[in-house]
């Protein structure tokens, strides 16, 4: 009886720790930015949905945060346009393209190309966010 108990907390602990690992590796891929100056969420036309949160400081991107609930090309291709937008002004963000984010991740098979053009758009929207909002505080001021 003693025995079960023992397995039994064991298996109890391992299955917590396995959770806990989880929930570390989930939020540590899928980092959030609070009051983000710029967002957008698009869904292409393979299914997969990006999202992409920019915070600029001094007119250049301070930080990003991503998400996607696509594949690991997916996954890849966001991580690479928000990484390539960090440090750049909104004048070199438009400068990012599909190409660049695919020699950015290593190349891609031609039919995940996709995936590098969606996170494209989804980048160059969260840009567009970020323009409208700072637009519409100078017609306020």
């Given amino acids: 009886m003693f025995e079960y108990v023992l397995w039994s907390l064991l298996g109890c602990g391992i299955l917590f720790v396995l959770i806990l690992l989880w929930f570390a590796i989930h939020y540590w891929l899928n980092p959030s930015l609070?009051?983000?100056?710029?967002?957008?969420?698009?869904t292409g036309r393979c299914?997969?949905?990006?999202e992409i949160c920019l915070k600029f400081r001094d007119n250049r991107v301070a930080e990003t945060s991503h998400w996607t609930d696509g594949c690991a090309y997916s996954l890849n291709c966001v991580l690479a346009a928000t990484d390539l937008a960090r440090g750049k002004t909104p004048d070199e963000i438009i400068q990012i393209d599909a190409?660049?984010?695919q020699s950015s991740v290593g190349g891609l098979p031609k039919d995940q190309m996709h995936c590098a053009e969606l996170a494209v758009e989804t980048l160059q929207a969260a840009l567009?966010?970020?323009m409208k909002r700072r637009q519409k505080q100078r017609n306020r001021a």
């Fill in 47 to 50: 299914g997969d949905t990006m």
């Fill in 34 to 42: 609070d009051n983000p100056d710029g967002e957008a969420c698009i």
């Fill in 128 to 130: 567009d966010d970020y």
């Fill in 99 to 101: 190409d660049r984010i």
